[in-house]
Each structure stands twice: as C-alpha cells, then as structure tokens.
C-alpha cells in the first residue's frame, strides 16, 4: 500500500505480508481504501478481514473479520459507518464505526434484489450508497436505509461503469467500453464526459480540494485533475417565450458575442403561434449567423399560421481549455415602423401583395437601424461587464481612472466596477499601495514619517538617536528683546546672546509657530518600503517612483527605499519587510558543529562541560 504526504510529496509502501495469520498493521493483497475521522479503512483482502489505522500515526486499532471473506472496497459515511464490498459473497454490508455488523441495512439492501455483480461502491451526498454494477451495466444507487432510489442513466449508449467517486455535488464513474469518466451531478443527472483523458482506470479518488486522483494500474503513479482547472467543452443558454403582441411576428434576431480562434456560438430559433409548450428538440432551426431577419428561418413542416412567439438558443462551446466564447447580448425585435408610412398610399397598395417595396425599405430600415441601435447601446457600453473591450479605456477615462498596461481584459473590467472604492482612500497610504500594486502587480509597505518620531518623556529612558531625537533647529526660532515688553529691561532675560544663532539657520518665528521645527523632518513625509529583489528592473522602479507621484497628496514627500535582506537591530529589523522569523537550528552533526559556535555542552555554572556528565548523548545532545 503505497502513502503519499501531501505536504512534502514524500512516497513509501507501508509493510505487506503474505504469510497466514498476519499480526495487525500486517497487509496481504490490500484493495480497498477509506477515509474516516477515527483512521484508515483498508481492506484487507489476502487475510479476509478490515484493518483500520487510528490518526494521527497510523497504528492498526481495529480488525472486522465478521463473515467476511474477499473483501475488495470499502467507504464511510458521515457517521463514520463503514460499508463493505465482497465480491466472494456478490454483497455489501453495513458495519458501524466501531466494527459491529448492521443486519438491519443488510437484509434491507438484500430485499432490493438489485445488486448482482457489485464491482463498485462509494459514498455520495446524504450518505447515498453508489454501486456500480457488472452484470446490469449501471450505477444503482440506495439510500441510508438500504431502500433504492434510482439508476443513473447511460449517456452513451452501450456502457460498462467501473471505479467510481464522489466529489462535492459530483460523481465521477469510469466506463470500461468507451475509456472515458463520465460526471453525474448529485441528483444522477447526466454532465460531461472528463476531457483530456481516456484509458483504462483501477481506482477513482477525490481530495479535499476536489482534485480529482486517476489510478490507471498497480504500480504507484496516478494522474491528478484539478478541479480548479477544470471547464465545460459546450454548454447552451435558453430563453423565451418572447410575445411580439397580437397579430404581430418577430423580425430579427441577434447575438452580440465574442468567439477567440478554437470557439464557437451557435444560434438557433423556434416560432409558433402558441406559447406552450415548448420547443422540442426537433422544432428548433439553425441561423446561419449571429444576426439573421426571422423571415427566412421557418419551422420545420408546415409553417404556423402566425409566429407570434419566440424562443433563442444559444450553444457556447470551445475546444481549448484556457478559451472561452462570451456570450454579452442576446436580443429579438418585432417589426417596427413601416417606411410605407412616409409614402404616398399608392405606393402601399401598388406593393400589395409581392410586398417587393416592403422588403426593399426594410432592407435600408436595417442599414439605418445601426445608428439607432448605437443610441439604444448607450447603458451598455456604461456598464464595466458589457461594454466591447475597445470602449474600456473610453469607459475609464470619464472616471479618471488610468488603466495599467499589464491589465487584462477582465481585469480592466473589474477595475472600472472598483473605481469608486478605490477613490475613497486614494491618498492615503493604502491607497498608495493599491495603486502601486495595480500598476506593478508588488504590494509595497508604507510607513509614515511620524510613526517613527521619538518622544522624549521625562522620568524615562530616553536614548539618543533611538527614542530621542534633536531638531533640526532651535525650536524657539531666533529670540529678539521686545522694548515694547514691559518686562523688558537693560538686563533683558530674553536677550540673545552672541553665538547663539546662525544666520540663515534659524528666525524669528510667530507665536503660532513656536515648536514647528520639532516636527519639521517627518512632516507630510513617509517612506515606501518595496524589497529589492522585487524590483531588479529599472523601468520597474521607475513606474513605482510614477505611479506614487502621481496618487500622493501634493503637499507630501516620500523616500523610496529598496530593502535588502539585512537585519540591524535598531536600524533596519521589520517582522515581514526585511526581516524572517527563523526555524528552529540544525540537528548537531559530529564533524560538522563546532563547539561553542553552533552548539554549547550545558553545564554547572562556572564549569567545562564534560562529556558523561553536562551532555548526555540523547538526552541534552542529539545526533543528526
């Protein structure tokens, strides 16, 4: 049995034996795997029972041997009930969590008369039981109490299910005669075929994340399919009945789409003069293209006598995984006016009934029509997720907004859909890092000049240059005697002695200003952290420098700072910009360590460490 760590993709076979009367932990001929939130479920073929492995070490604490005989699958429900296959016996049986036979289940299952060939078995939604079955050629599936509820439906044809699994509102089943898997929904609704992959499958897995495991033999190697990665090769959209109005038909239908090399959008239609019931396969006729006058797609056999409802299809589908075709606009129209009407009448009855007129002024009614059409796309082209991709820098610019050029389409679009949120704390410094990440795609870290000010505080510690700064200049500016003071003598307090003031360092200050130079070096000044191996490139660099100019408030300044992994404590030591928290140290290795470097031999104070007595082999040293 092989064991795979999820984390660390590490691989290794846990121990097997073919001996009779294996001791627990032993395995012959495992077959069968199971997951509960008490342990491993594996089935134990070679010596006819169920072994379980207790997490989180794996230690077997519980054999089933209650009448089994060739036991080759097993599966847990959401009660941690185990159920099991035996091919020997062509039945399923029912265990509880803790190993004790459920006969209740059993001789309800067995009352079916449904099972024959049991090849198969896993758990599904609402603890539903899926089997698939050999002489039947079907996936039968039983409820919690071993009633059955329903085949699931051969999409193919002639089909032969094998493994199976369920994902979340998923079951995947391998048919063995077309080597394809094929996807039901949770109700046994038909979905897709899986594409990309077709061969033989001896087990079926799903994690969970919903990655789908194929195992396509016995030795170790299995595929994986993402579920995030994942995508439909067709699917359609329909809608309708559309009601043009009493005596009245449809005149033209169309689809705005946009359809990459390796996709397609199919249209098609269905007229009748009723609105039920509904289109069946057989009434619904192709378009020729996206946008076709209704007149010449007529229903198949004898036309109705008026086509006053509608119905549209479209079928989206493509052969390239990273492609789609997107579907933005479907829409029909009724006539309209009549250009007839701007003419004599004469001309109307003259047209009557080839209605050669009729048809010609329709033609440039259709011509002129786009103009109309452009005016009446006017709330579409202001909507972010509808508007054509050319009209999104348009679209931008009347919300200011520069689009960044490494911005896809969908992102482009979702960007317009943010503006307003992104403008309500433009300025600040996250906003400055939103912006900068748009542009760039790194997040910088900003930290504002005054957070960093030191405040000296009296009765503390106070160092200098750490929590204590001096100012730039004297805070009290340049003091003059005042002679209006009347406080003011010959011997003046306040007179400024000789060597005190530098010329053109410092002033005289207003009232109102007095302490400003304390503040003046981190005053509307921050500091803008990017890491320097995230901007190697110079137009990179360059861009930020750009992008920061452009959203910082005007009255502010900033330092742009490529931090180097380089820790100085006091200096330069921020948890997550420039600094990692650290593992725990190496193992020591003889040969390789070096005494009072790496390691230390503990001991008594003011004491060698001796070895016997202060480093014990296994107990305060360990040996790598």
């Given amino acids: 049995m092989l064991f795979v760590d999820g984390t660390c993709a590490a691989r290794a076979w846990l121990p097997a034996t073919t001996m009779p009367g294996a001791t627990p932990g032993q ?21 006819r029972r169920i072994q379980r492995f207790g997490f989180p070490d794996l230690e077997p604490d519980l054999d089933v041997i209650d009448g089994i005989q060739q036991p ?33 289940y059993d001789l309800a299952l067995a009352a079916s008369g449904k099972l024959i060939d049991p090849l198969f078995l896993t758990i599904g939604d609402g603890d539903l039981l899926c089997v698939s079955d050999g002489v039947a050629s079907t996936v039968r599936c039983f409820d919690e109490t071993g009633a059955f509820v329903r085949d699931l439906a051969a999409p193919l044809g002639i089909w032969q299910p094998g493994a199976l699994t369920c994902g979340i509102g998923r079951l995947f089943v391998a048919d063995g005669v077309s080597g394809q898997i094929i996807a039901f929904l949770a109700d046994g609704t038909y979905w897709c075929e899986l594409p990309l992959f077709r ?8 994690t969970d994340t919903d990655d789908l495991l194929i195992k396509t033999g016995l030795d170790d190697t299995y595929i994986a399919f993402s579920a995030a990665k994942s995508y439909a ?69 004898p036309p109705p006598a008026l086509r006053r409802f509608l119905w549209l299809r479209a079928t989206l589908s493509t052969s390239q995984p990273a492609l789609s075709p997107v ?46 059409e452009h005016i009446d796309a006017l709330p579409q082209l202001l909507a972010p997720g509808f508007a054509p991709a050319s009209a999104l820098p348009w679209l931008a610019g ?28 433009r300025g600040t410094s996250a906003g400055i890092s939103d912006f900068v990440e748009i542009h760039t795609g790194v997040r910088p870290s900003i930290v504002e000049a005054f957070e960093e000010r030191g405040v000296w505080v009296l009765d503390v510690a106070s160092s200098l240059g750490f929590d204590t700064g001096l100012p730039a200049i004297d805070p009290l500016g340049m003091v003059v005697p005042d002679a209006a003071n009347p406080l003011a003598g010959a011997t003046a307090c306040c007179t400024t002695p000789i060597g005190a003031t530098v010329v053109g360092e410092a002033g005289p200050l207003p009232v109102s200003e ?111």
Avoid at 75 to 85: E, F, N
Avoid at 199 to 206: D, Q
């Fill in 233 to 301: 090769a067709t699917g359609s959209a329909t809608s309708g009945p559309y009601d043009a109005g009493a005596k009245l038909e449809w005149f033209r239908a169309a689809a705005e789409a946009e359809t990459p090399l390796g996709t397609a959008i199919v249209l098609e239609v269905a007229q009748w003069d009723a609105a039920v019931p509904p289109p069946d396969p057989g009434d619904w006729v192709r378009a020729l293209a996206l946008d076709t006058l209704l007149a010449t797609l007529l229903p198949p056999g």
């Fill in 514 to 624: 007095l302490g400003a130079p304390l503040f003046i070096d981190t005053a509307y000044r921050f500091t803008v952290f990017l890491p320097a191996y995230r901007a190697t490139d110079a137009s990179l660099r360059a861009e930020v420098r750009r992008v920061i100019d452009a959203e910082k408030p005007a009255h502010t300044d900033y330092h742009l700072c490529l931090v180097e992994p380089d820790m100085r404590v006091g200096f330069q030591a921020q948890v997550g910009i420039d600094t990692i928290v650290g593992g725990p140290p190496p193992r020591l290795r003889l040969g390789a360590t070096r005494l009072g470097v790496e390691t230390n031999l503990p001991g008594t104070a003011g004491e060698a460490g001796r070895i016997g007595q202060g480093a014990r082999i296994g107990h305060t040293t360990v040996l790598g």
């Fill in 398 to 425: 009347w919300l200011g907004l520069e689009l960044p050029r490494i911005a896809t389409e969908a992102e482009a679009r979702e960007l317009i859909s943010r503006a307003i949120a992104l403008y309500r704390r």
């Fill in 199 to 206: 061969g033989t499958v001896s087990a079926l897995a799903v």
């Fill in 72 to 104: 080759t699958g097993v599966a847990t429900d959401s009660h941690g009930r185990l159920y099991v296959l035996d091919r020997s016996l062509n039945k399923i049986r029912r265990f509880t969590r803790h190993g004790l036979a459920d006969l209740a």
């Fill in 327 to 372: 579907l933005r606009n479907l829409r029909a129209e009724t006539p309209g006016e009549d250009y007839r009407d701007y003419l004599p009448e004469i001309y109307r009855r003259s047209d009557e009934p080839a209605l050669f007129l009729y048809r010609l002024l329709n033609l440039t009614r259709t011509e002129l029509g786009t103009i109309g």
């Fill in 27 to 47: 395995l012959d001929h495992p077959r069968g795997l199971a997951v509960s939130a008490d342990g491993l479920w594996v089935a134990d073929t070679g010596n």
